[in-house]
């Protein structure tokens, strides 16, 4: 079965604007990891936020984790065209397993 | 670094034949993973190998389906007979020792028909 459930599954918006992509999850983890996937390629890692952290961020992207709500959210800030791709969450399991959500498909128009 | 490579990129074949896909992960790393990508189901893992050792296989969908990892730089997923069911994108990914980063490669758009 899935662990995480992304929402929105799509979302446009305009270049410049911010991009928030939700993700919540059923049992406890370890770790919750986001990636892109833009059309036609692999999965690309974008980042990950422990447990024990609430709060992460990378450049233009923030990461939030609510352990209590089993939930993370992912934020891009001053969206780019090029942000257009799908945004998958995951989570671990033992030995490194991951599952992942059906994914956000955003897209940035310009 | 060429990262995780896989081949072919595209294969279209007919129901009832055999299939087989090929990953090579990114030099030292000791994790290798296959999954499978469908609009139904999204992405679902279906075999990881840790040090060329097979550890979990439940995501195989059933005896068609089976890989194996001669040596650290080398892994096939094999499928006789293939049917349409099959066709999905199928994905092999690779990490490093106590990692948790998944390297992706670029995919083999599978097509049975």
């Known amino acids: 079965s899935q662990q995480g459930e992304e929402d929105p599954q799509a979302l446009s918006i305009q270049e410049g604007e911010n991009a928030t992509m939700n993700c919540s999850y059923k049992t406890s983890i370890n770790n919750l990891q986001w990636y892109r996937q833009n059309s036609g390629r692999g999965l690309v890692h974008l980042i990950l936020?422990?447990?024990?952290?609430r709060e992460k961020h990378s450049g233009r992207l923030r990461v939030t984790l609510d352990t209590s709500k089993k939930s993370s959210s992912l934020l891009i800030t001053a969206s780019r065209a090029a942000d257009t791709a799908s945004y998958f969450c995951?989570?671990?399991?033992?030995?490194?397993?991951?599952?992942f959500g059906k994914g956000t498909l955003l897209t940035v128009n310009p | 670094d060429a990262g995780v490579i896989q081949s072919p990129r595209h294969e279209v074949t007919e129901m009832g034949q055999e299939v087989t896909l090929r990953c090579k992960p990114i030099?030292?790393?000791?994790?290798l993973f296959w999954y499978r990508q469908t609009m139904m189901r999204g992405l679902e893992l279906l075999i990881y190998?840790?040090?060329?050792?097979?550890?979990?296989d439940s995501g195989m969908p059933e005896d068609r389906f089976s890989a194996k990892m001669p040596n650290a730089s080398f892994s096939t997923l094999k499928i006789q007979p293939s049917e349409p069911r099959d066709s999905a994108v199928y994905f092999c990914?690779?990490?490093?020792?106590?990692?948790?980063?998944?390297?992706f490669g670029p995919g083999t758009r599978l097509t049975v028909l």
């Open positions: 030099s030292g790393h000791n994790s």
């Open positions: 995951a989570t671990d399991g033992s030995n490194y397993k991951l599952t």
């Open positions: 990914a690779s990490i490093a020792g106590s990692t948790d980063t998944q390297y």
């Open positions: 936020i422990r447990s024990n952290e």
């Open positions: 190998f840790n040090n060329n050792v097979p550890i979990d």
